[in-house]
């Protein structure tokens, strides 16, 4: 089956930051050969100290003036606060782009909403609104690219295993109160958001990820949201960065490096 997600596994994270870094700029000349502008959303988790390798942040081919970085999920906390996402990529990243590189557009979340998660929710979607469908009313948002971790559960963005939110179809951002991962109160992109994006792709690492990907892989039919991601997505859209620990024996994907 030629459909299976696409997998690039290598020895040792560095080797997997520059593989991710090459793709990354490969999305980036492929987004402006649409629009000006490369459009992404990022997770928390280990993404952003894999994706902030030096390949990345010096490359002098990353225009990041161009760049708009949103959030795939983000936690209802301070953006100064530990557990901010936000606060997780600006020190590990964006405080380290070089200033004569230009800087890239960053959207957090409303800190002043932190009190309400649907508010907090709504006003995320109005900011992607008014990028995504300033000028014409746009059933979902295009991200030229969205970059997701996956949990021990299976779990992405802050969507889990059965939850309800799995079911969102109109909104494209949501609220959830109930995360099992800590914080509990966040809000994400939804999955019909997700899966519209151009490319996604996946990073994850370490012998601890091995029998979920197992699970995400060879029994998608369990739906787990990694799963649900990857069949609505289908085709060439979907691409896992993962380390060789973490996909050892695991089938139901095929393997290429970049
Ligand atoms: O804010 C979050 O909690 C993340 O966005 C979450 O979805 C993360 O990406 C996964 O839990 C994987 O995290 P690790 O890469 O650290 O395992």
């Not at 930051?17 to 980036?28: D, F, P």
């Amino acid at each position: 089956m030629t459909n299976l997600p696409q997998v690039h596994s290598y020895p040792t994270n560095d080797k997997l930051s520059l593989g991710l870094a090459e793709y990354v700029l490969n999305a980036q000349a492929a987004a402006f050969s649409r629009h000006p502008k490369f459009r992404i959303a990022v997770s928390g988790g280990s993404l952003p100290s894999i994706l902030a390798s030096p390949a990345l942040i010096d490359n002098p081919s990353i225009q990041w003036s161009k760049w708009e970085i949103f959030f795939a999920d983000e936690r209802a906390v301070p953006l100064d606060h530990p557990d901010s996402n936000y606060g997780l990529l600006k020190s590990i990243l964006l405080d380290k782009i070089p200033q004569k590189s230009g800087m890239p557009k960053v959207f957090p979340i409303d800190e002043l909403l932190l009190d309400d998660t649907q508010e907090l929710a709504d006003a995320y979607e109005q900011t992607l609104i008014q990028s995504f469908a300033a000028k014409d009313s746009v059933k979902l948002p295009i991200f030229d690219l969205i970059l997701l971790g996956c949990g021990s559960d299976g779990h992405t963005c802050s969507l889990f295993p059965g939850h309800e939110l799995l079911r969102e179809d109109i909104a494209w951002v949501a609220p959830i109160e109930d995360s099992p991962k800590p914080p509990p109160r966040r809000i994400t992109l939804t999955l019909p958001v997700v899966t519209h994006a151009i490319r996604v792709v996946f990073v994850a690492v370490g012998a601890g990820k091995k029998e979920i990907l197992k699970t995400i892989f060879e029994k998608p039919e369990e739906g787990l949201p990694c799963s649900l991601v990857n069949m609505a997505a289908g085709g060439d859209k979907v691409v896992w960065f993962t380390d060789d620990a973490a996909i050892q024996g695991v089938t139901g994907v095929r393997k290429g490096s970049l």
